[in-house]
């Protein structure tokens, strides 16, 4: 497969990534009943006895909650990226609910398996701003306060940014259909977190 460069021009992008770390932390936190105490030598104490437990180091677990901590994809040199798993994500929702003449031969099964896709890189290191909102909690009429770092514009903040990475087509003759399906997943479905919010558009600018 010959690969073809594209290059996007993003309005805006939320990452949100859900690391590994994170889901330690939380299990952690929870068996160790770290809320429930009054103290914050107790709340300590006992997240170092879980900790001990589970095979970890108190300071491991510091760690995790650092790596839990991080907004973004990076590269090695700390340059932000759109990773590979959300633009593949937002193409095959596009076709999900795409007419047959747009999908061509494509669905939701057999597209990973009919294209590869990389990574897109952009020239970011820092974030651009901060978006909170209160969040529905799932099967609850509870809300959340959430705050997430987003790159590119929002309202009259931040500029619009560029992001350019690779897509090969296992039969040439697709290229077209890929290319109006990406363009429709960055135009109207969206990459990233807080889609329904209006993040995570873009255009299509160079495709060669």
Known sequence: MKPITVKLLMN????????????????IEKKS???????????????????SRQGCTY????????????????????????????????????IS?????????F?????????QLGDFSTDRKKPDGMFSRFVKLEGSNQRSFQENEYI?????VGEPFEATGTIAVADAKQGDTVKALFAAAVETIGVGAARKMGFGRGTIVDWN
């Open 152 to 156: 590119g514009m929002y309202l009259d």
């Open 107 to 115: 669905d939701r099964d057999n597209f990973r398996a009919l294209i």
């Open 59 to 94: 300071e491991q677990y510091l760690e995790f909650r650092l790596q839990a901590a991080e907004q973004w994809y990076r590269g090695a040199d700390g340059t932000i990226y759109l990773p590979r798993h959300q633009l593949a994500g937002a193409i095959v929702q596009t």
């Open 12 to 27: 805006n992008y939320i990452a949100h990534p859900f690391w590994p770390a994170r889901n330690k932390c939380i299990e």
């Open 33 to 51: 009943g770290v809320n429930r105490q009054k103290s914050d030598e107790k709340r300590v104490a006992a997240l170092k006895a879980e900790c």
């Open 97 to 105: 609910s795409a007419p047959k003449a747009l999908r061509g031969q």
